[in-house]
């Protein structure tokens, strides 16, 4: 995975041990262990424990696209978003959804 610089791009200035914990410990040390789980299957837990959270803005969105970017197919985010839906709601469904087609469909 690409080294992730969001945290000090976004809040670096504002948060910076906030920022430092999001790059370094959360993507660098704990995506970063492939031989423990997959980033294609943290991807979809991460999108699962977005969705049922109500996490349904840009993150879940970046995470959509990292899923996709791992080996997700279209097919298999349909069917993780449809089984997570009757665990983490209708609604919550539908937004991520629309996601997740917007991201599939751009290409």
Do not use: C
């Amino acid at each position: 995975m690409a080294k992730v610089t969001a945290g000090r791009d976004e809040l670096g200035s504002f948060a910076p041990k906030f920022a430092e914990l999001n790059d370094d410990v959360l993507f660098g040390e704990v995506w970063s262990r492939e031989d423990k789980l997959s980033a294609r299957d943290r991807s979809i837990v991460t999108i699962t424990a977005l969705m049922a959270g109500g996490i349904l803005d840009s993150s879940l969105k970046f995470h959509i696209q990292n899923a996709k970017n791992h080996g997700v197919t279209a097919e298999e985010m349909a069917e993780i978003l449809t089984h997570a839906a009757f665990y983490a709601g209708w609604p919550k469904a539908w937004a991520a959804f629309r996601m997740a087609k917007e991201i599939f469909e751009t290409d």
